[in-house]
């Protein structure tokens, strides 16, 4: 028989050698054509379809043979029995003629029994071959770096759930593929502009367009410090967001957490004339402590009350305190301030990466956008939720997170 040759393309098999008869040549060519067609699954299927054949018709063959001289003989003897006996050369010629009659209706039988079965297993191991074989054909495509392939979904059975989780899989994939970009694309824009400040200035300088004085270098230095401050912030955001900052959480009172964020940011708060207001000494609630990594929560605090302060104009306020949450088991912190607010379509956005209500705004300040990004992936790692609220543009925003009270 002739090796089927399954390269995609050559839609026939290689043609069998020289002297081979027709029924060999045919029976090549139909391999070939079964192999194209199903592949080496396909094939092993049809085997064992073939093997069952095989097994049935040697065992209804053997059973015939097996049986039929009995029952001849059985029947003849009912035939004695009833019309008296039967001459020996009769006998033989009856046994003759039936053992042929047999034979040729068990041939009959067994060709074109074997032929249904065969063309059925041929159709059932393409119907099982053939999901196999899409799958495999969009997995490669994945591989080759085409995220959005997806495949048809055969039915309920195992094939069924194969195809579905290849396309969940795909599905994420895609998602983050997408988010590589994203961050790409976002860290390239974020770059770009301190970067051309620089080359702005220095070009200036070069031309003597700007004095060569301290206000100049100063300019530069400033766009130094924000590109900087943006590949900090960027070291941390990757570092939280591939969950590789760890939190300890220990049983720490809210009011020291409150405390230490405000004692840092209170001379700036001083400096632009815009209040701080902490519950203070006894006015302040007894609250239990909650479970907090306190360097982590501070920096989030004061996340909160810095941007509170830079959003804020001076002759504003800000306040921020604690209270107890969801029937008593979490702390909610909460900083809000009388600054210029966040526009409602904004706020679902406010924690994404880079993502700033008024870019230019944003700009004068030096803000990233990823300030409230890292503050989502600290409080999570808490077991907590941080949320922001604003009533509309001049009208003050509000961010508030919670945390798990500390088990006694
Ligand atoms: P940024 O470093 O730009 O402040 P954040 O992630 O901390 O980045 O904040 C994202 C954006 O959310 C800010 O650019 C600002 O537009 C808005 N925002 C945050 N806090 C306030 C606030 N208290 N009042 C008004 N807008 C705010």
């Keep these: 028989m002739g090796r089927a040759n399954r390269r995609p393309g050559n839609r026939l098999p290689a043609m069998p050698t020289r002297g081979t008869s027709l029924t060999g040549r045919l029976t090549g060519r139909l391999a070939g054509l079964i192999q194209q067609r199903l592949g080496r699954l396909g094939l092993r299927l049809l085997a064992s379809y073939l093997l069952l054949i095989l097994v049935g018709t040697v065992m209804l063959v053997a059973t015939a043979e097996w049986m039929a001289p009995t029952a001849f003989h059985r ?3 009912q035939m004695t029995e009833a019309g008296g006996p039967v001459p020996e050369h ?4 009856l046994y003759r003629n ?10 009959m039988a067994v060709s074109v029994s074997a032929a249904a079965a065969l063309l059925i297993s041929l159709f059932i191991s393409r119907r099982v071959v053939e999901p196999v074989r899409t799958l495999g054909a969009a997995t490669g495509r994945i591989a080759a770096g085409h995220y959005s392939e997806r495949v048809a979904v055969p039915g309920d059975d195992e094939l069924g759930d194969l195809a579905r989780h290849f396309n969940q899989m795909a599905a994420t994939l895609e998602q983050t593929e997408e988010r590589r ?57 990757s570092r939280v967001e591939a969950g590789q900052v760890s939190v300890h959480p220990q049983p720490t009172p809210p009011s020291a957490l409150i405390e230490a964020a405000t004692a840092r940011l209170r001379p700036q708060f001083e400096d632009k004339g815009v209040q701080l207001l902490t519950p203070a000494g006894p006015t302040a609630p007894e609250l239990p402590p909650v479970a907090a990594d306190p360097d982590r929560i501070v920096q989030v605090l004061i996340n909160l009350l810095g941007n509170a302060l830079h959003y804020t104009p001076s002759g504003g306020r800000v306040q921020v305190w604690a209270e107890p949450a969801a029937g008593g088991t979490m702390v909610r912190f909460v900083v ?16 994404d990466r880079f993502y700033r209500v008024d870019k230019s705004r944003s700009r004068v300040g030096g803000g990233s956008g990823i300030g409230l990004t890292i503050a989502r992936h600290l409080v999570e ?28």
Excluded: C, K, N, W
Excluded at 98 to 107: D, N, Y
Excluded at 341 to 346: A, D, K
Excluded at 381 to 405: D, K, N, V, W, Y
């Design 75 to 77: 029947h003849l003897q």
């Design 381 to 408: 790692a808490h077991g907590g939720e941080i949320q922001a609220h604003s009533p509309g543009p001049g009208r003050g925003a509000t961010f508030s997170f919670t945390l798990p009270r500390a088990r006694p």
């Design 98 to 107: 039936f053992r042929a009659a047999v034979h040729e209706s068990m041939f």
């Design 181 to 237: 970009r994203q961050l790409l694309a976002d860290i390239a824009h974020e770059l770009r502009t301190p970067l051309a400040s620089i080359q702005g200035y220095m070009e200036g300088l070069a031309d003597g367009v700007f004095p060569p004085d301290p206000s100049t270098y100063e300019l530069v230095h400033r766009e130094a410090a924000r590109l900087q401050r943006l590949v900090r912030d960027l070291a941390e955001v």
């Design 336 to 351: 809000t301030d009388t600054g210029i607010g966040i526009p409602p379509e904004h706020l679902p956005h406010i924690f």
């Design 90 to 93: 009769l006998a033989r010629d």
